[in-house]
């Protein structure tokens, strides 16, 4: 039983990706980037019931056939506006919303494949609560399918480290919107190296991770 829970739970590995910003604890480790952002525009709030993070983690090779995907809900969130362009933003994601979508027909593993992510040998959840991506630069995209660069630090488990995202931003009628591209974070530089048996298939250190985001007006 404990081998099938290893190979259920490994995959989700990538789930990592969400970026663990504790809410008591500062980082254990950071390699941000420097904050060349501002507060200074119009103020939007994350509609949480309206976005979230997508991951999917893969065995040996990626492919359909042996990954496994879900999702995070975000707890909080602030995107700030400055002369109808995104000037900065903040995403803090709920850690104990992470759930696994293609087990979600199957009651009895989703719960044991939950359970085990949120514990000890991956995000401990306890003591890192929460997953957060913070904008440090935003850069207009000239060429090919995403019209922005978005510079940042995702926080996980402590460590926090600079990523840079491709992404799709538009600001209409009191609404943001802001669709990354699939991204592949190494879980293993945030902390998340549990592995299962050998023989219950290796995990890639890639987990592919995209956060689509819903922001609102303050009125």
Known sequence: MRKKLFSLAIPALF?????????????VTSESNEVTTTKDGNQYTVDTLN?????????????????HFGT?????GDVTIKDGKLESGKFVADMNSLTSVDLKDDADQL???????????????????????EITKVTPAMEGD???????????????????????VSVKD??????TE??????EEFGVKFQAPAENGVIKDEVTLQINVKALEKK
């Open 15 to 27: 789930v990592a990706a969400v970026a663990v910003s504790c809410k008591k604890d500062k980082p």
């Open 174 to 179: 009191g609404e943001v919107s802001v669709a």
């Open 51 to 67: 976005s979230k993070v997508e991951w999917k983690g893969y065995k040996v090779f990626k492919s359909e056939s042996t990954s």
């Open 182 to 187: 699939p991204k592949d974070i190494k879980r």
């Open 146 to 168: 995403y019209n922005t660069l978005l510079d940042g630090n995702l926080t996980i488990k402590g460590i926090s480290k600079p990523v840079q995202f491709k992404a799709n």
């Open 111 to 133: 719960g044991k494949l939950n359970g085990h992510l949120k514990s000890g040998d991956f995000f401990e959840v306890e003591k890192f609560p929460t997953a957060s991506f």
């Open 72 to 76: 995070i809900k975000f707890e909080s």
